[in-house]
């Protein structure tokens, strides 16, 4: 238990719904390990209370969804009011895949802090992510 | 409450919260160890461990399922190697667990290495105390793919379950020297496979020149075939584990090793604890001395022994 230890961000990366493409999700997981986060995954075709519930056994950060198929309007801000309800409110919620425009404010008022839609840059998701870490980081020495 | 009564209390958010502390080496980890450290030294903790691929999660998932049939509370830590490039790691040994994702009995915690040689990370031994309080019946430990010399399992789990599948010729001779020799429980995994004869066999010869009938009164290791993907084998694994449960605490020795578990972390902590005072202290200009050549770390380890002693109080 040495005191020096890192403290890396550690993220859940899930799979809503019922499609089997991986590929977009692999390429984020292998993007976040390079840039020294602790990825979880879960496996494919989870429901919303799995998912809940391995990011409060792994005492994840940040959950992010990927949604490739239709049913994300209701899976994701179930997924969102199942954190609440269980007093994990503290942990960053982010979502990718497919998702229209026309969805992305219902999924924020959900308590989506930012939707990545199909084509971002895993270099933006990283750089989004360590400028989350960074001022949690910081908020969280000078309150303890 | 505090942290420490909820998860005395049931609360798996705050069980997962105090591993998070320990696992950063947040101060608050301690303090929570503090406070949950008499209600420990209940659970059977098992350790699984075995060569990459030999079927461990599958395996795991599979005692999951058994245990829970007869009402046994289980809780998982499931260790993968953290890049000692990036730091980063992805851990993915839930996704082989998944059905498991909505019960209530069941915690599964993924931990990387974070440099920590020898199959486990540096936190294990916390988070099972840790899952202990929590009034897991079961902890289950899997560690990352080892070969041979990885021992640290065995130091840690009152049983240890080693994972071999057919036709792992080779790495099973590389293992022989080290697991093999250690783990009480063996189980050949992918039983349906071919090469599943000549392995058993050669298992078997090992188990038997360690000694199978060991000493009268001794625990002789278990030859137990598996089919994890067919949930085929549970059943003897558990019987198994039950009885060598026993035998530990009809021996005394599970107190024995609870005892030694909590040893070794002491003089750990113990070790670090002085080392940061002495280097900080009194051996300062003697670490200066060595870095810079000017003195060799023998004599200087025996100054600084020297003046230890000197400087002790006389009571």
Redesign the interface.
């Known amino acids: 238990?040495?005191?020096?230890?890192?403290?890396?961000l550690?993220i859940l990366l899930a799979k809503l719904g019922m499609d089997t493409h991986t590929v977009g999700i692999t390429v984020v997981?292998?993007a976040?390990?390079?840039?020294?986060?602790?990825?979880?995954?879960?496996?494919l075709k989870?429901?919303p209370?799995?998912v809940a519930?391995?990011a409060?056994?792994?005492?994840v950060d940040v959950v992010g969804v990927s949604s490739l198929s239709a049913g994300h309007t209701r899976n994701l801000p179930r997924l969102a009011q199942l954190l609440q309800s269980?007093?994990?409110a503290d942990k960053l919620l982010v979502a990718g895949g497919v998702i229209p425009e026309e969805d992305l404010p219902l999924l924020q008022a959900a308590g989506f802090a930012r939707v990545f839609t199909m084509g971002t840059d895993t270099r933006e998701i990283v750089a989004y992510l360590r400028a989350w870490w960074g001022e949690r980081g910081a908020s969280q020495s000078s309150s303890? | 409450m505090d942290v420490a009564a909820q998860l005395l209390a049931g609360s798996v958010a705050a069980g997962a919260r105090a591993i998070r502390w320990l696992d950063d080496g947040d101060a608050r980890g301690r303090e929570v160890l503090r406070a949950i450290f008499p209600a420990t030294g209940r659970a059977h903790v098992v350790g699984v461990t075995g060569p990459p691929g030999a079927g461990k999660s599958t395996l795991v998932d599979m005692l999951i399922a058994h245990e829970r049939r007869r009402g046994r509370r289980v809780a998982v830590l499931a260790i993968d190697p953290t890049s000692p490039f990036s730091g980063g790691a992805i851990l993915g040994d839930r996704v082989r667990m998944s059905r498991h994702a909505l019960d209530a009995g069941v915690f599964i915690r993924s931990l990387g290495t974070r440099g920590a040689r020898g199959g486990l990370s540096r936190s294990t031994y916390d988070a099972t105390l840790v899952l202990d309080a929590m009034g897991y019946d079961l902890v289950m430990v899997e560690t990352v793919g080892v070969g041979q010399e990885e021992m640290d399992i065995v130091r840690l789990a009152h049983s240890t379950i080693i994972v071999a599948v057919p036709g792992l010729g080779d790495e099973v001779q590389a293992m022989k020297a080290g697991l093999l020799e250690a783990g009480e429980i063996l189980v050949l995994n992918k039983a349906d496979r071919e090469g599943f004869e000549q392995t058993w066999r050669h298992l078997e010869l090992l188990l038997h020149l360690r000694g199978g009938g060991r000493a009268a009164g001794g625990w002789a290791a278990r030859l137990l075939p598996a089919v994890a993907t067919r949930n085929e084998g549970a059943g003897a694994i558990v019987a198994a584990l039950d009885e060598h449960r026993r035998y530990l605490e009809d021996s005394g020795e599970f107190e024995r090793q609870c005892g030694r578990r909590s040893e070794q972390q002491f003089l750990a902590l113990a070790r670090a604890a002085l080392m940061a005072d002495l280097l900080s202290g009194p051996g300062a200009e003697l670490l200066r001395q060595v870095r810079a050549r000017r003195l060799d770390p023998y004599t200087a380890a025996e100054q600084l022994s020297a003046q230890l002693r000197a400087g002790r109080t006389p009571h």
């Open positions: 238990m040495p005191e020096s230890a890192a403290r890396p550690r997981a292998h976040l390990r390079e840039a020294g986060m602790e990825v979880i995954f879960t496996g989870q429901t209370e799995a519930n391995a409060i056994q792994e005492d269980q007093g994990a303890t």
